[in-house]
């Protein structure tokens, strides 16, 4: 039979072979390529480019025209076509219930978060561009274990993590029927980690510049940290009971982790974050006496025991704010100094910068501006936001009250630079001291511009 099979192959011209098998499914081509020897030749041996260019671009968006940070693509290069394409194809399977020896579950999360890194940038916001790496990846992850919290410290979990935060609970909000209820439990139970891991003072030292970075010299993302941040706000805007809420809320889509894709406008390059403008920033915050409570004393088996926030008493402060931003020279700033603290100390060995990548297309960025709540109280801005070692733009600002800086913002971009989903981060005091309090925030561009009189009652 095989030999029956090779001489029928063998009298096919290639090209036919190969433009008949771009029309099937990646796992067709592939069980195909399993039928004979003459067949594992023309798929693998060599592979291909065509054929596996093809097949890819059903699928997935041209990583040529993915947006990079940090580097320049190399059009001479050779992009690996088939390997990317059935890597991502065994991570689904994984994701599936499938067992794939050859891939460890990293292998399979790093996958996964390079079809994130390869979705295009926006370029016209008012044309109709969906990205199919966003389609392909929503569609694989619902109902999907792959992400599932592992309770542990590890690269692996830093993954787990910034994979939960782009999905940003879409894929469990989307869930109907028979698995709500599950499912609810599920996103409470996740509420309650998020919270005890976002009130625990501890992780607001020096040593991780009071946000949401791991403890090094550099600021290296915690998407530990930040899929906190993340699930606590999002669950409180859920509650809010005005209906305006469910409409000022921050996009939670694949789709708006694309770069340039925050604004309906016409993208300013110099303003490569997409800084100016008008902003909705959502601020949570505990009463003080129970973040005390909470980090200090026995309460519940405490100190910092998840039971405390399961008292159906207990309550969590939202805050819808208004941020209106523009650049401005490093100059006019009055705290500029607090605003570059820490940024350009050197490593002990090695003397490696710890303030952003060599990038020249993005240099960092300083702007001032205002902040209006619900209840009047308006405070001055002034910040800046740079690249950090990996390639995530950070944010960092003073709220300023009467000439005093009282407090300050560490934020993280999510998803690509000037993405529709925004920035996430931590507020805290701008002194520092020991005890004071701290909370998420999740500001981005709404649609529209907040209007005082009906979103803010």
Same mark, same amino acid.
């Given at each position: 039979?095989?030999?029956?099979? #090779? ?23 592939? $069980? ?19 054929? %596996? ?49 050859? #891939? $460890? ?98 992780? &607001? ?9 791991? &403890? ?6 915690? %998407? ?31 789709? @708006? ?143 300023? &009250? ?16 000037? $993405? ?20 998420? @925030?999740? @500001? ?14």
């Amino acid at each position: 039979m095989a030999s029956t099979s #090779l001489s029928i192959l063998a009298i096919i011209p290639p090209e036919i072979a190969e433009h008949a098998l771009s029309m099937c499914r990646v796992k067709d081509v592939v $069980s195909f390529s399993e039928t004979c020897w003459g067949a594992y030749r023309i798929v693998h041996d060599p592979p291909p480019p065509q054929l %596996w260019r093809r097949l890819f671009l059903t699928k997935f968006d041209d990583p040529w025209k993915a947006f990079r940070i940090g580097d320049k693509a190399d059009t001479s290069a050779v992009y690996n076509w088939r390997g990317v394409l059935i890597r991502r194809y065994q991570a689904a399977q994984v994701a599936h219930g499938k067992d794939v020896p050859q #891939l $460890s579950r990293k292998d399979v999360l790093e996958a996964f978060l390079s079809v994130v890194w390869d979705i295009p940038p926006l370029i016209d916001p008012k044309e109709d561009d969906t990205s199919r790496n966003a389609v392909w990846l929503s569609l694989t992850l619902r109902n999907s274990k792959i992400i599932t919290t592992h309770q542990h410290w590890s690269d692996e979990y830093q993954l787990e993590a910034q994979l939960r935060a782009y999905v940003a609970l879409g894929i469990d909000s989307a869930t109907h029927g028979p698995k709500l209820r599950s499912v609810y439990s599920r996103l409470e139970a996740r509420r309650t980690g998020s919270r005890t891991y976002t009130y625990n003072l501890e992780h &607001y030292k020096e040593r991780n510049h009071y946000g949401p970075y791991l &403890y090094s010299p550099k600021r290296r993302v915690n %998407w530990v940290h930040v899929e906190a941040l993340m699930n606590v706000v999002q669950s409180n805007i859920r509650e809010i009971p005005h209906q305006w809420a469910q409409e000022v809320a921050p996009p939670v889509n694949l789709e @708006f982790l694309r770069a340039n894709s925050s604004s309906t406008e016409t993208h300013n390059p110099v303003d490569w974050a997409g800084v100016e403008g008008s902003w909705a920033r959502y601020v949570c915050f505990m009463d003080y006496r129970e973040l005390f409570a909470f980090n200090f004393t026995s309460m519940y088996g405490g100190p910092r025991n998840p039971a405390y926030f399961n008292d159906p008493s207990f309550r969590e402060a939202t805050r819808l704010i208004r941020l209106d931003l523009k650049l401005t020279s490093p100059d006019k700033l009055k705290f500029r100094g607090s605003m570059d603290a820490g940024y350009d100390i050197a490593e002990e060995q090695g003397g490696e910068s710890v303030s952003s990548t060599s990038d020249p297309r993005y240099p960092t960025l300083y702007f001032t501006g205002s902040s209006r709540g619900s209840i009047g109280n308006e405070a001055t801005i002034e910040g800046n936001v740079r690249l950090g070692v990996d390639k995530v733009p950070l944010w960092r600002f003073v709220s300023i &009250y009467d000439g005093h800086a009282q407090w300050s913002s560490e934020g993280v971009q999510i998803g690509h630079v000037n $993405s529709a989903m925004g920035v996430v981060g931590v507020w805290t005091s701008d002194t520092h001291d020991e005890g004071d309090p701290a909370g998420p @925030f999740w @500001f981005w561009k709404p649609t529209r511009p907040l209007d005082e009189a009906n979103d803010f009652m």
